[in-house]
C-alpha cells in the first residue's frame, strides 16, 4: 500500500526475519523515518524513530545521530492501571475493565512447526479480511494534513495485520481508508456511546459494511481509563462489526496493540481469566492488564475465533501464489572492460505466501560474474549458472536479485532466468530473456574539456540495517565463491 506520493511517501512492508523460524516482521517507511514490528518466536521488538520515543526513553540517551531505534517490548515499563479495554455483547453495551497491552501475538498457527507452546504456520496467511478505518476529526487534526493521519492509520494496521497473518493465517487488508468529517460522529467522550453511533454509521454506509469489519482511530479523550472497545464476535455484522482505539498521543506500536486487542475481540475472543476462558492465566495477548510478557493469543482465545473464521462469509481465500518474472528482460549496453550491474525483479503477483523462491540465471560465457545477492537469500554459481535461493515471498510483494558481470569481449548476448516456489501452478509466468550488448568506449573528439553541471539538489536515503540484534541471530555475511561472491542480507 502506497498512500498518496511526494517527498515522503509512505511505504508498507512485510517479512520474515532470515533463518529464524516462525518469526514475521512489518515495516513502514516515510523518508528516512522507520515503523514497525519485528516477531522473533519469543520476543516482540519495536521500530520507531527516535524524535517519536524520545519520551519513553530513560537514561542512557541513545547517540544524538540515531534516526531511528529498535527495542525489546518486554524491556518497557507499561502503567497497568492507565488503560483499560472495554468490550460490549452486540446491542448491550457493557464497560469492562481490562487493559491491553503487551500484545505483540504473533506466530501462526497451522504450522507443523511449534515456538513458546503455541503450533506455527509456516505458509502465513491463507485467508483475507478486508476492513474499513476511519479516522475522525479529533485524529485527523493531530497531524498537518489528511494525507499523514491516513498513513499514520496504515502504519498501525500493517503492524496489525503482522499479528493476525502469522498466529490466524489471517491477511487484515485496509480496502477502504478515510478521516471523518466534523459532523459525521458527536463530540461525546464515553466509548460505549461513540461505539453505538459507529455501529450505525456503518449500518447506513454500504461502503463500509461491504467490509467484514470497521474500526476507528478516535483523537478524543475517552471517559475514564478507557482506551478502546469493541462488540464481540460480531464479524462481518452490518451493525455492529465495529471497535475504536483511542489515539490521543501515544506512539504508534501502543495504538497497534490497542487496535489489535479490539479487533480480536471482533473475531470472538474474551478476556483471559473472563467468561469462557475464565481458567486461563492472564499471561497472554488477551488479558485484561498489561504486561510485557504477554505477547501470544492464548489456547483459549485461538479456539474461540477460529471456529468463527471457518464460517465467516466475509473471510475469503487468498489468491494462490504467482512467482513472475518479465519475459522480455531488455537490452542494455554496457561498457566492454568495465564491472556494470544488472538486476532481475521478482514479483508474487498472488495473495499467499510463495515458499522457497528460486531463481537460477544463465550468464553468457563471455561474461565474468564479479558478484550476484539477493536481500534475504543467498546465490552460488557454476558453470555458467546463478542459483539464487529467495526464502519466502508474501503475496503481492517483489525481491530484486543483483548481479555485478564484466566482459572483455564485444558483442550481444543472450541471459536468462527461470523463477519457481514450491506452491507456484502457474509455471507460464516464470522465465524471462534479455540481452547484454558489450560495446567499444567512445572517444571524444578533442576540445575544451565540458563544463560540470549539476541536476541542482538532490540528497541520500538513510538505511538502517539490522545486522544483529540479542535473539535474533547473527546477520548472514558475504562469502566468496570460485567467480562470484555471494551475500545475505535481512530483508526489512
Avoid at 478476556?271 to 469462557?276: P, R
Avoid at 523462491?357 to 565474468?368: A, E, G, K, L, Q
Amino acid at each position: 500500500m502506497k498512500p498518496g506520493a511526494g517527498p515522503a511517501e509512505l511505504r508498507l512492508y512485510r517479512g520474515a526475519i532470515d533463518g529464524v523460524a516462525g518469526s514475521w516482521a512489518r515495516l513502514a517507511s516515510r523518508g528516512k523515518d522507520l515503523h514497525g514490528m519485528l516477531w522473533d518466536g519469543e520476543n516482540l521488538y519495536v521500530v520507531e524513530p527516535a524524535a517519536e520515543a524520545a519520551n519513553l526513553l530513560i537514561d542512557p540517551q541513545p547517540a544524538a545521530t540515531a534516526r531511528n531505534l529498535i527495542f525489546r517490548l518486554r524491556d518497557t515499563l507499561l502503567d497497568p492501571g492507565a488503560t483499560s479495554c472495554a468490550v460490549s455483547a452486540h446491542d448491550q453495551p457493557q464497560q469492562g475493565s481490562a487493559l491491553y497491552a503487551s500484545l505483540l501475538s504473533e506466530l501462526d498457527t497451522d504450522r507443523q512447526i511449534v515456538q513458546g507452546g503455541m503450533p506455527m504456520n509456516k505458509a502465513g496467511a491463507t485467508l483475507r479480511l478486508e476492513i474499513s478505518v476511519l479516522g475522525d476529526i479529533l485524529f485527523r487534526q493531530r497531524y498537518a494534513d489528511e494525507q499523514q493521519a491516513l498513513e499514520e492509520m496504515l502504519i498501525r494496521l500493517n503492524n496489525v495485520d503482522g499479528i493476525f497473518s502469522t498466529q490466524l493465517g489471517v491477511e487484515i487488508q485496509a480496502s477502504m481508508i478515510e478521516a471523518l468529517s466534523a459532523n459525521a460522529l458527536s463530540g461525546t467522550n464515553s466509548a460505549t456511546r461513540l461505539l453505538e453511533e459507529l455501529g450505525r454509521l456503518r449500518a447506513r454506509s454500504p461502503a463500509l459494511s461491504a467490509r467484514g469489519l470497521t474500526h476507528l482511530f478516535t483523537g478524543r479523550d475517552l471517559e475514564d481509563t478507557t482506551v478502546g472497545m469493541a462488540y464481540v464476535n460480531a464479524l462481518c455484522s452490518a451493525r455492529y462489526g465495529v471497535a475504536l482505539t483511542e489515539a490521543n498521543g501515544r506512539n504508534a506500536w501502543i495504538e497497534s496493540l490497542i487496535a489489535a486487542h479490539e479487533i480480536g475481540h471482533n473475531f470472538g475472543a474474551v478476556h483471559d481469566g473472563e467468561g469462557a476462558c475464565a481458567a486461563t492465566p492472564s499471561t497472554y495477548l488477551m488479558a485484561p492488564e498489561v504486561h510485557a510478557d504477554r505477547t501470544t493469543f492464548s489456547q483459549c482465545s485461538l479456539d474461540l475465533m477460529r471456529p468463527n473464521v471457518q464460517r465467516a462469509q466475509c473471510i475469503g481465500a487468498l489468491p494462490p501464489a504467482d512467482i513472475a518474472i518479465d519475459a522480455d528482460l531488455g537490452t542494455t549496453r554496457h561498457l566492454v572492460a568495465r564491472p556494470f550491474e544488472w538486476t532481475l525483479a521478482v514479483r508474487n503477483q498472488g495473495g499467499m505466501t510463495a515458499t522457497n523462491v528460486r531463481v537460477d540465471i544463465s550468464v553468457p560465457p563471455s561474461m565474468t560474474i564479479d558478484e550476484a545477492w539477493v536481500p534475504g537469500g543467498t546465490c552460488t554459481s557454476g558453470a555458467g549458472v546463478i542459483a539464487c535461493q529467495l526464502g519466502d515471498l508474501p503475496g503481492s510483494e517483489s525481491r530484486a536479485v543483483y548481479l555485478t558481470l564484466y566482459s572483455d569481449v564485444l558483442g550481444e548476448n543472450a541471459i536468462t532466468a527461470r523463477a519457481s516456489a514450491d506452491n507456484d501452478d502457474s509455471p507460464w509466468n516464470n522465465s524471462g530473456e534479455g540481452t547484454l550488448a558489450v560495446v567499444a568506449e567512445t572517444v571524444p573528439p578533442a576540445g575544451p574539456a565540458p563544463a560540470h553541471t549539476s541536476s541542482g539538489g538532490g540528497g541520500s536515503m538513510g538505511l538502517m540495517m539490522l545486522l544483529s540484534l540479542a535473539g535474533l541471530g547473527a546477520a548472514g555475511g558475504r562469502r566468496r565463491c570460485p567467480r562470484i561472491r555471494a551475500r545475505s542480507v535481512r530483508n526489512p
